[in-house]
Protein backbone atom coordinates (compact mmCIF):
# COMPACT_ATOMS: atom_id res chain seq x y z
CA UNK A 1 0.00 0.00 0.00
CA UNK A 2 1.35 3.49 -0.94
CA UNK A 3 2.20 5.60 1.63
CA UNK A 4 0.26 8.87 1.47
CA UNK A 5 2.52 12.06 0.34
CA UNK A 6 3.22 14.31 3.51
CA UNK A 7 1.21 17.14 3.65
CA UNK A 8 3.38 20.51 2.65
CA UNK A 9 2.21 23.58 5.10
CA UNK A 10 2.37 27.17 2.96
CA UNK A 11 4.78 29.41 5.36
CA UNK A 12 2.34 31.64 7.23
CA UNK A 13 2.58 35.71 6.19
CA UNK A 14 3.15 37.75 9.27
CA UNK A 15 0.23 39.60 10.27
CA UNK A 16 1.18 43.45 9.80
CA UNK A 17 0.42 45.74 13.14
CA UNK A 18 -1.53 48.91 12.04
CA UNK A 19 1.32 50.95 12.27
CA UNK A 20 3.43 49.04 10.10
CA UNK A 21 0.04 48.73 7.55
CA UNK A 22 0.22 52.40 7.56
CA UNK A 23 3.86 53.14 7.08
CA UNK A 24 3.27 51.13 3.73
CA UNK A 25 -0.07 52.72 3.24
CA UNK A 26 2.51 56.55 3.11
CA UNK A 27 5.04 55.15 1.18
CA UNK A 28 3.05 53.84 -1.46
CA UNK A 29 0.88 57.56 -1.53
CA UNK A 30 4.53 58.94 -1.87
CA UNK A 31 5.43 56.96 -4.70
CA UNK A 32 1.96 57.26 -6.65
CA UNK A 33 2.11 61.54 -6.03
CA UNK A 34 5.60 61.19 -7.71
CA UNK A 35 5.22 58.62 -10.45
CA UNK A 36 1.92 60.76 -11.31
CA UNK A 37 4.08 64.19 -10.79
CA UNK A 38 1.11 65.59 -8.81
CA UNK A 39 3.44 68.45 -6.88
CA UNK A 40 0.86 70.23 -4.96
CA UNK A 41 0.06 66.92 -2.99
CA UNK A 42 3.57 65.79 -2.66
CA UNK A 43 4.57 69.47 -1.27
CA UNK A 44 2.08 69.07 1.80
CA UNK A 45 2.09 65.38 2.43
CA UNK A 46 6.11 65.84 2.68
CA UNK A 47 5.92 68.74 5.00
CA UNK A 48 3.84 66.66 7.32
CA UNK A 49 5.38 62.97 6.83
CA UNK A 50 8.68 63.21 5.74
CA UNK A 51 11.15 63.48 8.92
CA UNK A 52 8.66 60.21 9.80
CA UNK A 53 9.53 58.45 6.74
CA UNK A 54 13.41 59.31 6.76
CA UNK A 55 14.58 62.27 4.98
CA UNK A 56 14.57 62.82 1.19
CA UNK A 57 17.93 60.42 0.62
CA UNK A 58 16.19 57.54 2.60
CA UNK A 59 16.78 54.70 0.68
CA UNK A 60 13.05 52.83 -0.44
CA UNK A 61 12.20 50.09 1.63
CA UNK A 62 12.40 46.79 0.05
CA UNK A 63 8.51 46.18 0.63
CA UNK A 64 7.58 49.09 -2.29
CA UNK A 65 8.95 46.81 -4.78
CA UNK A 66 10.84 49.61 -6.17
CA UNK A 67 13.98 48.86 -7.82
CA UNK A 68 15.35 52.55 -7.24
CA UNK A 69 17.69 53.76 -3.97
CA UNK A 70 15.98 57.20 -3.95
CA UNK A 71 12.81 59.20 -4.13
CA UNK A 72 15.06 61.52 -6.81
CA UNK A 73 15.74 58.18 -8.74
CA UNK A 74 12.18 57.20 -9.08
CA UNK A 75 11.10 60.90 -9.85
CA UNK A 76 14.18 61.02 -12.69
CA UNK A 77 12.76 57.59 -14.32
CA UNK A 78 9.16 58.62 -14.03
CA UNK A 79 10.59 62.50 -16.08
CA UNK A 80 7.87 64.55 -14.20
CA UNK A 81 10.32 68.19 -14.58
CA UNK A 82 8.66 69.80 -11.95
CA UNK A 83 8.77 67.58 -9.13
CA UNK A 84 12.22 66.98 -10.01
CA UNK A 85 13.51 70.79 -9.69
CA UNK A 86 11.43 70.37 -6.53
CA UNK A 87 13.39 67.40 -5.45
CA UNK A 88 17.39 68.97 -6.22
CA UNK A 89 16.43 72.26 -5.02
CA UNK A 90 13.39 72.85 -2.30
CA UNK A 91 14.15 69.17 -0.44
CA UNK A 92 18.08 69.26 -1.63
CA UNK A 93 18.14 65.13 -2.89
CA UNK A 94 21.41 64.08 -3.52
CA UNK A 95 21.82 63.36 -7.21
CA UNK A 96 25.28 61.89 -6.80
CA UNK A 97 23.79 58.47 -5.02
CA UNK A 98 23.74 55.29 -6.84
CA UNK A 99 21.59 53.64 -8.56
CA UNK A 100 21.02 49.72 -7.53
CA UNK A 101 22.62 47.60 -9.25
CA UNK A 102 21.27 44.65 -11.92
CA UNK A 103 22.35 41.04 -11.44
CA UNK A 104 23.32 39.30 -14.59
CA UNK A 105 21.10 38.59 -16.77
CA UNK A 106 18.72 40.59 -15.92
CA UNK A 107 16.89 43.36 -17.53
CA UNK A 108 17.00 47.05 -16.45
CA UNK A 109 13.43 48.02 -16.22
CA UNK A 110 14.82 52.11 -16.98
CA UNK A 111 12.56 52.05 -20.04
CA UNK A 112 9.21 53.64 -19.01
CA UNK A 113 7.19 53.06 -22.69
CA UNK A 114 8.23 56.43 -23.82
CA UNK A 115 11.11 56.48 -26.35
CA UNK A 116 14.46 58.30 -25.28
CA UNK A 117 15.43 61.57 -26.92
CA UNK A 118 18.38 61.07 -28.42
CA UNK A 119 19.84 64.36 -28.12
CA UNK A 120 22.47 65.11 -25.33
CA UNK A 121 21.78 61.46 -23.83
CA UNK A 122 24.12 60.44 -21.84
CA UNK A 123 26.43 57.97 -22.65
CA UNK A 124 25.57 53.90 -22.89
CA UNK A 125 25.95 52.55 -20.20
CA UNK A 126 29.07 50.00 -19.35
CA UNK A 127 28.57 46.57 -17.25
CA UNK A 128 29.06 47.02 -14.05
CA UNK A 129 29.62 50.95 -14.47
CA UNK A 130 28.09 53.00 -11.23
CA UNK A 131 24.88 55.00 -12.42
CA UNK A 132 23.46 58.12 -10.60
CA UNK A 133 19.93 59.55 -10.99
CA UNK A 134 21.04 61.86 -13.88
CA UNK A 135 21.90 58.53 -16.06
CA UNK A 136 18.18 57.23 -15.60
CA UNK A 137 16.88 60.21 -17.48
CA UNK A 138 15.21 59.58 -20.88
CA UNK A 139 14.98 63.36 -22.03
CA UNK A 140 16.43 65.98 -22.82
CA UNK A 141 13.69 68.53 -20.51
CA UNK A 142 14.64 65.88 -17.58
CA UNK A 143 18.55 66.54 -18.12
CA UNK A 144 18.09 70.41 -18.62
CA UNK A 145 16.74 70.25 -14.64
CA UNK A 146 19.55 68.80 -13.50
CA UNK A 147 22.10 70.98 -15.59
CA UNK A 148 20.40 74.17 -14.32
CA UNK A 149 20.45 73.12 -10.49
CA UNK A 150 24.26 72.57 -11.15
CA UNK A 151 24.43 76.22 -12.46
CA UNK A 152 22.68 77.85 -9.82
CA UNK A 153 24.23 75.96 -7.06
CA UNK A 154 27.54 74.43 -8.22
CA UNK A 155 28.67 74.14 -4.37
CA UNK A 156 25.66 71.87 -3.19
CA UNK A 157 27.00 68.82 -4.93
CA UNK A 158 30.16 67.37 -7.13
CA UNK A 159 27.09 67.66 -10.25
CA UNK A 160 30.40 67.24 -12.88
CA UNK A 161 32.28 64.26 -11.30
CA UNK A 162 29.97 61.97 -8.95
CA UNK A 163 26.66 62.80 -9.99
CA UNK A 164 27.26 62.72 -13.64
CA UNK A 165 26.25 65.53 -14.77
CA UNK A 166 27.85 66.69 -18.04
CA UNK A 167 27.89 70.26 -18.24
CA UNK A 168 26.11 72.94 -16.28
CA UNK A 169 23.20 75.44 -17.89
CA UNK A 170 22.95 78.68 -17.05
CA UNK A 171 20.06 81.33 -17.92
CA UNK A 172 22.99 83.01 -20.23
CA UNK A 173 23.61 79.79 -21.82
CA UNK A 174 20.10 79.67 -22.68
CA UNK A 175 19.18 82.78 -23.78
CA UNK A 176 22.12 82.44 -26.51
CA UNK A 177 20.86 78.63 -27.35
CA UNK A 178 17.45 80.70 -27.97
CA UNK A 179 19.35 83.74 -30.03
CA UNK A 180 20.85 81.28 -32.33
CA UNK A 181 17.66 79.44 -32.85
CA UNK A 182 15.83 82.58 -33.66
CA UNK A 183 18.60 83.27 -36.07
CA UNK A 184 18.38 80.22 -37.47
CA UNK A 185 14.74 80.42 -38.35
CA UNK A 186 15.05 83.84 -39.52
CA UNK A 187 17.18 82.73 -41.89
CA UNK A 188 15.28 79.98 -43.28
CA UNK A 189 11.83 82.47 -43.53
CA UNK A 190 14.45 84.52 -45.63
CA UNK A 191 15.23 81.41 -48.24
CA UNK A 192 11.68 80.52 -48.36
CA UNK A 193 10.63 84.40 -49.34
CA UNK A 194 13.41 84.72 -52.08
CA UNK A 195 12.17 81.12 -53.10
CA UNK A 196 8.56 82.21 -53.43
CA UNK A 197 9.76 85.73 -54.84
CA UNK A 198 12.22 83.88 -57.53
CA UNK A 199 8.77 81.53 -58.50
CA UNK A 200 6.82 84.55 -59.09
CA UNK A 201 9.37 85.93 -61.48
CA UNK A 202 9.70 83.10 -63.21
CA UNK A 203 6.13 82.57 -63.60
CA UNK A 204 5.62 85.96 -64.35
CA UNK A 205 7.78 85.43 -67.65
CA UNK A 206 5.52 82.92 -69.18
CA UNK A 207 3.68 84.34 -72.39
CA UNK A 208 -0.07 84.42 -71.04
CA UNK A 209 -2.58 83.08 -73.76
CA UNK A 210 -4.22 85.58 -75.46
CA UNK A 211 -7.90 85.74 -74.54
CA UNK A 212 -10.60 84.88 -77.77
CA UNK A 213 -11.92 87.29 -79.53
CA UNK A 214 -14.76 87.15 -81.78
CA UNK A 215 -14.75 89.60 -84.67
CA UNK A 216 -17.66 91.51 -84.58
CA UNK A 217 -19.12 93.90 -87.72
CA UNK A 218 -22.10 95.68 -88.46
CA UNK A 219 -24.14 95.59 -91.36
CA UNK A 220 -25.88 99.33 -92.09
CA UNK A 221 -29.49 99.11 -91.35
CA UNK A 222 -28.84 97.22 -88.22
CA UNK A 223 -29.47 98.13 -84.98
CA UNK A 224 -26.59 96.36 -83.59
CA UNK A 225 -23.09 94.76 -83.39
CA UNK A 226 -23.34 91.64 -85.49
CA UNK A 227 -21.13 88.56 -85.18
CA UNK A 228 -19.89 86.51 -87.45
CA UNK A 229 -22.02 83.72 -87.73
CA UNK A 230 -24.02 84.19 -85.00
CA UNK A 231 -27.11 86.38 -83.88
CA UNK A 232 -26.92 89.86 -83.72
CA UNK A 233 -27.37 92.44 -80.91
CA UNK A 234 -27.51 89.21 -78.51
CA UNK A 235 -25.67 88.50 -75.46
CA UNK A 236 -23.31 86.16 -77.24
CA UNK A 237 -22.25 89.16 -79.67
CA UNK A 238 -20.08 90.25 -77.18
CA UNK A 239 -19.23 87.17 -74.88
CA UNK A 240 -15.34 87.21 -75.49
CA UNK A 241 -14.51 91.26 -75.69
CA UNK A 242 -12.96 92.97 -73.30
CA UNK A 243 -14.55 95.83 -71.18
CA UNK A 244 -12.81 98.23 -73.67
CA UNK A 245 -14.36 96.53 -77.18
CA UNK A 246 -17.36 96.03 -75.15
CA UNK A 247 -17.79 99.91 -74.15
CA UNK A 248 -16.68 100.75 -78.00
CA UNK A 249 -19.76 98.71 -79.45
CA UNK A 250 -22.34 100.26 -76.77
CA UNK A 251 -21.70 103.24 -77.96
CA UNK A 252 -21.66 102.23 -81.44
CA UNK A 253 -25.14 101.03 -80.87
CA UNK A 254 -26.45 104.08 -79.36
CA UNK A 255 -25.22 106.44 -81.64
CA UNK A 256 -27.03 104.26 -84.62
CA UNK A 257 -30.09 103.78 -82.82
CA UNK A 258 -30.06 107.54 -82.21
CA UNK A 259 -29.40 108.36 -86.06
CA UNK A 260 -31.94 106.07 -87.37
CA UNK A 261 -34.77 107.53 -84.67
CA UNK A 262 -33.82 110.78 -86.13
CA UNK A 263 -34.52 109.83 -89.80
CA UNK A 264 -37.15 107.97 -88.96
CA UNK A 265 -38.91 111.46 -87.81
CA UNK A 266 -37.51 113.18 -90.58
CA UNK A 267 -39.37 110.80 -92.95
CA UNK A 268 -42.45 111.29 -90.97
CA UNK A 269 -42.77 114.99 -91.35
CA UNK A 270 -42.06 114.94 -94.68
CA UNK A 271 -45.07 112.77 -95.47
Given at each position: ?????????????????????????????????????????????????????????????????????????????????????????????????????????????????????????????????????????????????????AATHPDWWDWLGAAHVPSILSPQMEEDQEEKKKARRKVLKERVREREAKEREKGGDEAMPEPVRQDVTTEPGNSGPRKLGGSAGGIDGISGLTPEMRARIERERRARAAEARIKATTKSISN
Open positions: MPTPAPETTKPKVPKLSKEEEALREKWARLLEMISKGRLDSLTIFWAREGSNLGGIDVPLPDFTGENRATLLQVATVAGHENVIKWLLEDAHADPTLEVPTRNAGENDDDDTGQKSDASDSPQPRIVGSRRTAYDLARTRGVRNVFRRC
